[in-house]
C-alpha cells in the first residue's frame, strides 16, 4: 500500500503565520502537525512510501524538513504550482500525482493539516476488512459547521450519499479528508476528471464514485481538528495540552502569569505579560502584555498591549500600538 498526505494549500486563512512556511510545520506540542502524520506511516509496515504532494512554492522548505526527521519513507512530490490561482484542485493534483510516481498499489490518502484522534493504522485495518474504497467520518456537532465539509449520509457502514459542503445539511456527519482506495477504484480517476467533474475537493470523487460501487466509512470518536483557521489551530493546541502549559527550557519569563493552553517556544522573552491560550514563537519578545487565544510569530516585539484572537507576523514590532516591519 501507498499512502499520499497532502500539503499543497496555500493557508491565506492564517497569513501572516503561514503566509512563508506550510501550515503542517505548525507545533503541537514537541511536534508538528505532519510529523505526527509521518509517524503514523511510518510505523504501519503496510505502507511502502509516502508522497507527500506539496507546490513549487513550499518544496524547498519540505525538502529540508525530511532531510532533518527521522523518517525514512516520506518523499516530495511537487505540484507545478506557485499561486493558489494555479492550482489543479485535489483531485487533479492527486491524478497527477499517482500518473507522475506510476502507482499501482492501494492508496491512502490524508490530508495534512489533519489533526485526529484515532490511529490511522485502525483505518487502514477497517479499509482491508471492507476492500473497498473508504473515508474517515466525523460528526462536527453542528450544522453550521457541516456546511463547510463534504456531508455523509450512512446506512450502516455504508455511504448512500455524499454531498460536498451543501448549503443546508441535514446531518452533521461529515467527511474528514482521510481516504483509502483500492488500486481498481483509483483507475477510475481519469474517467472522472475526463467527464468534466469537479477536480477540486475529493468529497466530489467520492461522491460519484459511491453511486458506482460500494463505499464504506470508518466513523470514530474523540477529536478531530481541521488546521485551517487561528480559531482551529488554537483549538487543536488546546486538546493537546488538556490545560497544561508548555514553557521551552531557553524561555526567559520575568513577573508573567501563566495560564491553560500556552505554548511558548525557544528563545521568547516574557516579562509583565499575562498569557491564556496562546502560542509564543521563538525569539518573540511581548512586555506589558495581556494574550488571550492569539498567536505572536518569531522574532516579534510587542509591548503595552492587550490582544485577544490577535495573530501577529514574523519580525513585527508594535509598541503602544503602532507597528512596524523589521
Not at 512530490?77 to 506557485?82: A, I, K, L, P, Y
Request: aromatic share 10%; charged share 25%.
Amino acid at each position: 500500500m501507498k499512502a499520499v498526505v497532502l500539503a499543497g494549500g496555500y493557508a491565506t486563512r492564517m497569513w501572516p503565520i503561514t503566509k512563508h512556511r506550510p501550515k503542517m510545520f505548525l507545533p503541537i506540542g514537541e511536534s508538528t502537525v505532519i510529523d505526527r502524520i509521518f509517524a503514523e506511516l511510518e510505523a504501519d509496515e503496510r505502507i511502502d512510501d509516502v508522497y507527500v504532494s506539496t507546490n513549487e512554492r513550499f518544496a524547498a522548505d519540505f525538502e529540508a524538513h525530511l532531510a532533518d526527521s527521522e523518517f525514512e519513507k516520506p518523499q516530495l512530490s511537487v505540484e507545478d504550482t506557485t499561486e493558489e490561482d494555479d492550482k489543479f484542485g485535489v483531485v487533479g493534483a492527486l491524478a497527477q500525482l499517482i500518473d507522475r510516481e506510476n502507482v499501482d498499489d492501494d492508496l491512502l490518502i490524508i490530508a495534512g493539516d489533519n489533526l485526529i484522534s484515532f490511529d490511522v493504522s485502525e483505518f487502514v485495518d477497517y479499509f482491508e476488512q471492507q476492500d473497498a474504497p473508504t473515508l474517515a467520518a466525523y460528526d462536527v456537532g453542528s450544522r453550521e459547521k457541516a456546511k463547510s465539509y463534504g456531508l455523509v449520509e450512512l446506512e450502516d457502514d455504508r455511504v448512500v450519499d455524499f454531498q460536498e459542503k451543501p448549503d443546508e445539511p441535514n446531518s452533521t456527519l461529515v467527511s474528514i479528508a482521510c481516504y483509502a482506495f483500492p488500486q481498481d477504484s483509483l483507475s477510475l480517476l481519469p474517467t472522472y476528471l475526463e467527464e468534466g467533474n469537479n477536480p477540486d475537493e475529493p468529497g466530489w470523487f467520492v461522491q460519484w464514485l459511491q453511486n458506482r460501487e460500494p463505499t464504506y466509512a470508518y466513523t470514530f470518536e474523540g477529536a478531530w481538528f481541521d488546521i485551517g483557521t487561528p480559531e482551529s489551530y488554537l483549538d487543536a493546541v488546546s486538546w493537546h495540552l488538556d490545560g497544561e502549559s508548555l514553557i521551552a527550557d531557553s524561555a526567559t519569563l520575568e513577573d508573567t502569569t501563566i495560564g491553560d493552553n500556552v505554548h511558548v517556544m525557544e528563545g521568547a522573552t516574557l516579562d509583565g505579560t499575562n498569557l491564556d491560550h496562546a502560542v509564543i514563537f521563538p525569539n518573540a519578545t511581548v512586555q506589558n502584555g495581556d494574550i488571550r487565544r492569539s498567536i505572536i510569530d518569531e522574532g516579534t516585539h510587542i509591548e503595552n498591549l492587550d490582544l485577544a484572537g490577535a495573530l501577529i507576523g514574523a519580525h513585527t514590532t508594535i509598541t503602544n500600538g503602532s507597528p512596524s516591519d523589521d
